[in-house]
């Protein structure tokens, strides 16, 4: 009899509620096990490990393994009771890990090893380089020393970390042979560091040493790309990857050319809930979660679960659930439409950006209204409060990041202070901004 195939396997226990790449991957194993029955209990413990909703009844009111203090779920305080399987290995009943499943998806997500998750990205950069490079010289190039705003900066958290800051280059130019010259083999560098220039571009005579330059030059390569943006082919959007990520690296990329870890934000390009993911090579990501920090650095339940949500979201191609990749690939049509509906203002194009210090320059076509004069108090005088901002003296209300259940919100408040088109408080000439 023949081996049934790896997909009608996979499809055989779609009741797992696992998304398909992970079921092609328990029926691989199975198969290769020899054994394709033993897909169902493939699926079923990988299942077991994600995070969910557990009924405790051990009278342990604090339970650590089940997420300590329990929270009702929803608004109302009649909401269900909810204790989690935060760190109980489901299959077993022994204690688990927090990361385990969580790390499996972002793992897979991105074609690494092996990932866990910490508090955010600062974290995650402070982590890998007290657990990899502590006391050791870690060359960086002059053009990645980098302010990410809110006072992170490269310099200061290698110092923190324990880590040697080696400049290696110039501003605008660095290249292979200058991290080469940096290396000391009398005071040998682990770690060479290589940093995404999120929220600034230097452009004109430049030079910098692409990522498989970099591989193997130093033990571990490791690439902060903060943005985080999964896979450059964006395989989770049903049409291709929009042009303004210009050349935005990937994570799946940036891996595949050699870096042996890569961190990232969760709530940037990623489009998750606050955090800092590591990835990369197992032996590495092990060093980084047993490093005592780890311990101040680790999320809380909410975080891992929302984090977990948004992982899987990407693991079934959904884009549209992914709240960030929805408002960034609306149609500038739909918005301008629904800004005509509005009746209020002037209807006008606008550019919208991506934020957080990513993608500096990049511009999505956006649409939306504009009152004249500026009335940005007013509005966020107004229940829920409405944030706008002022473009050549004008009020610009940019659609793309308001939903549309809101829409009736900024209706209402223009109507209660006689906001309408063509009114006194309404400009005339539609403007770009
Ligand atoms: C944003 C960013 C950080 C800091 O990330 P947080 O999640 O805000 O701590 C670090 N490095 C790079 C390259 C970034 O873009």
Request: glycine residues 12%; negative net charge.
């Amino acid at each position: 009899m023949r081996p049934p195939s790896v997909d009608a396997l996979a499809r055989s226990v779609t009741d797992t509620g696992l998304p398909h790449p992970l079921l092609v991957d328990c029926a691989r194993q199975a198969i290769a096990a020899g054994d394709p029955d033993s897909v169902r209990a493939r699926a079923t413990e990988l299942a077991g490990h994600l995070l969910g909703p557990v009924v405790n009844a051990t009278g342990v009111l604090l339970h650590t393994n089940m997420g300590r203090a329990p929270r009702r779920v929803g608004p109302s305080d009649e909401g269900p009771l909810r204790y989690s399987n935060l760190e109980i290995d489901i299959t077993t009943g022994d204690r688990g890990s927090r990361q385990a499943g969580l790390g499996h998806l972002l793992a897979r997500l991105t074609g690494a090893e092996a990932a866990i998750v910490v508090n955010n990205c600062a974290a995650a950069v402070t982590l890998v380089l007290a657990a990899l490079a502590a006391g050791t010289r870690v060359p960086v190039s002059r053009g990645e020393l980098v302010e990410i705003g809110g006072g992170f900066r490269i310099p200061e958290v290698m110092a923190q970390s324990g880590a040697r800051l080696v400049e290696v280059g110039t501003t605008n130019r660095t290249r292979r042979s200058d991290y080469e010259a940096a290396l000391d083999p009398g005071d040998p560098s682990t770690v060479v560091l290589k940093i995404h220039p999120s929220n600034y571009r230097i452009q004109g005579f430049t030079e910098e040493a692409t990522i498989s330059e970099l591989a193997g030059l130093a033990p571990d390569l490791v690439v902060d790309l903060g943005s985080g943006l999964v896979d450059r082919n964006c395989q989770w959007l049903d049409g291709p990857p929009p042009g303004w990520l210009g050349d935005e690296p990937g994570v799946r990329q940036t891996l595949a050319a050699g870096a042996d870890i890569v961190t990232f934000s969760g709530d940037k390009l990623f489009g998750g809930p606050q955090a800092g993911i590591i990835v990369g090579r197992a032996d590495l990501v092990d060093r980084c979660a047993r490093h005592p920090l780890m311990r101040a650095f680790r999320p809380g339940g909410l975080v891992m679960e929302a984090l977990q949500e948004t992982t899987l979201a990407y693991l079934r191609r959904d884009g549209d659930s992914i709240p960030f990749w929805r408002t960034a690939t609306i149609d500038a049509a739909e918005l301008r439409r629904r800004a005509r509906d509005l009746g209020v203002g002037d209807v006008i194009d606008t550019e919208a950006t991506p934020g957080a210090g990513s993608l500096p320059l990049a511009v999505i076509p956006s649409a939306g209204i504009a009152l004249s004069g500026d009335v940005t108090a007013q509005l966020r005088r107004s229940v829920p409060p409405i944030v706008a901002r002022v473009v050549e003296g004008r009020t610009v209300l940019d659609l793309r990041t308001v939903d549309p259940a809101d829409d009736e919100v900024i209706a209402r408040v223009a109507a209660e202070h006689g906001w309408f088109p063509g009114s006194a408080a309404s400009g005339r000439a539609p403007v770009r901004d």
